[in-house]
């Protein structure tokens, strides 16, 4: 089957579409034939040796999918030949063929299209953990989202807003703003281009606090970190909660008196561990997520679409920090 691997550490110019063996299931998996996979951050990261996990090389990106089940394993009851399906692989769905867990999978509701499902779950996954479950998120709260128009983003920006916070998008362009707005958020900032100067990083500070409002941000969503990330800590509020999501600025080095002076929260977010440690509670997450779906209170918006050859254009645009919404791989017709 054909692949898009990667051989060497490297950027997005490095892949290569290769051969890989076909899967067989083991028991309690499923063979997917793979229609639709979307591209992530962590693809940008694991293809350079950053990532948490290093999988053997060759092999091939993609966290997320879409597709077929062609056949099932020994045990598998809940799916058979012909389902249409998603899920999240952590890696290795940038190929004609997968095998998954049957249980790591979902079926794609029938009124919707094998881009849309290989968008769902990873980005919504990933900000209903942090919302609920690291945030105690509360109707009535005020959310500050940096980099609201990326995936993970706009899905906080529209979850925020589901669960009834006031919802504040911060984004670096006009255009990306108005992505934002759509989704339905309450305000916008146009922040510019770390890296930030003393007087830079307190005028953003500032434009933060303004924003918030008298009492500050309740919750800061941080899918961005850099030099964003002491200015958004700066205008808090008491006993808020910061979620960090992701580093594409940068890791930054945030000043502990900022949380004694505020007496809130810096909470990690790692979305796939929590899936691993507590996969029921991850289930009833996902059903809430397809429930808030069905409702159109959330939709992944799929904004480019990429032929299998051009997988690596996918993963460099995302590179580039000008990705919009969801960029998603055409793996097969």
Known sequence: MRALLSRAPGGPETLEIGELPDPTPKAGEVIVAVKACAINYPDVLIIEDKYQFKPPRPFAPGGEMSGVVESVGEGVTAWKPG??????????????????????????????SFEEGAAMLLTYGTTIHALVDRGDIKEGETLLVLGAA??????????????????????????????VREAGADDVIIYGRAPFSKDESKALADTFKEKAGKNGF???YDAVGGDYAEPALRSMAWEGRYLVIGFPA???????NLTLLKSCDIRGVFWGAHAAREPEHNRQNIRRLFDLWREGKIAPR???????????EAIAKMAGRGAIGKLVVRVAG
Not at 84 to 107: F, P, Q, S
Not at 302 to 312: A, I, L, Q, S
């Open 83 to 112: 389902d249409r399906v998603m899920g999240n692989t952590g890696n290795g769905a940038l190929v004609e063929k997968i095998a998954v867990k049957a249980d790591n999978i979902y079926a794609i509701p029938d009124e919707r």
């Open 150 to 179: 990326g995936g993970v983003g706009l899905a906080a920006v529209e979850l925020g807003k589901a669960f009834g916070a006031r919802v504040v998008g911060a984004v670096s362009s006009e255009e990306k703003a108005q992505a």
């Open 218 to 220: 309740d919750l800061v």
């Open 250 to 256: 940068g890791i930054p080095k945030i000043a502990l």
């Open 302 to 312: 799929v904004t480019e679409v990429f032929p299998f050859e051009k997988g690596g």
